[in-house]
Each structure stands twice: as structure tokens, then as C-alpha cells.
């Protein structure tokens, strides 16, 4: 598979949105996600999708974020509403290296990371 590229990231006020971009062509098996981390914390679990579209997301950002993926199932995208100052981050799209139909339903059980494939990340910084 290619490398994971994102984009998308950026600067914005609180209550604003982004919609972060993730390129992910030949990943349509696997599981894919969204993480983060901001400065000092441990990386954080923000949306995963499974192959057949089934998705988790973290308590912080139910009912704003949207994890979704195109048609071709070639991009991945992450839409991030009433974003906060808390949601300030490097954020990394990330893919399984086990394909999604052994990881369980919206890929509940992807939770060894040690062989995930990431991407260099983009940063969002929101503002109050």
C-alpha cells in the first residue's frame, strides 16, 4: 500500500470547523482511524471505520467529528465541528495492518499498534 498523506489542518477559532483529508489508496480492506496528540499527552483514539463503513469515536468528540471515507474508498476524511480549544492537536490518519474483517465490527478490536501504518499528520490549532 502507499503512504498515508494528510492534509487539511489548520488554524481556527473556537466553535469553527475543519475537515481534515487523508489519501489512502489501497487501504479499502483495512481498518482506518483517526488519531491525535497534543504537546505533553498521549496520543488519543479520535475515529475509526471499519470496510463496511461501521465507525467508533471518542467520548470528546461524539455528536462533532465525522469520520468518513469517499466512494472509491480511497480517501479518508475527518469533519470537525464546533471544534474547541481542548481539540488542539497534531492529528495522524492511521490503517490497520490486519485487515478489517479480523478486527470486529467498526474495528473494535484493532488495539495493538505496534505494526500501524501513520501518517506524518497535520496540525489543527483552535483558538478561544
Known amino acids: 500500500q502507499a503512504q498515508l498523506e494528510e492534509s487539511g489542518g489548520g488554524s481556527v477559532q473556537g466553535g469553527g470547523s475543519l475537515r481534515l483529508s487523508c489519501t489512502a489508496p489501497g487501504y479499502s480492506r483495512y481498518c482506518l482511524a483517526w488519531f491525535r496528540q497534543a504537546p505533553g499527552r498521549e496520543r488519543e483514539g479520535v475515529a475509526r471505520?471499519?470496510?463496511?463503513?461501521?465507525?467508533i469515536y471518542a467520548d470528546s468528540v461524539k455528536g462533532r467529528f465525522t469520520i468518513s471515507q469517499d466512494g472509491a474508498k480511497n480517501t479518508l476524511f475527518l469533519q470537525m465541528n464546533d471544534l474547541r480549544v481542548d481539540d488542539t492537536a497534531m492529528y495522524y490518519c492511521a490503517a490497520s495492518r490486519l485487515p478489517s474483517v479480523l478486527l470486529g465490527r467498526a474495528c473494535r478490536n484493532w488495539k495493538d499498534h505496534s505494526e500501524t501504518r501513520w501518517g506524518q499528520g497535520t496540525q489543527v490549532t483552535v483558538s478561544s
Open positions: 471505520i471499519d470496510k463496511d463503513g461501521a465507525t
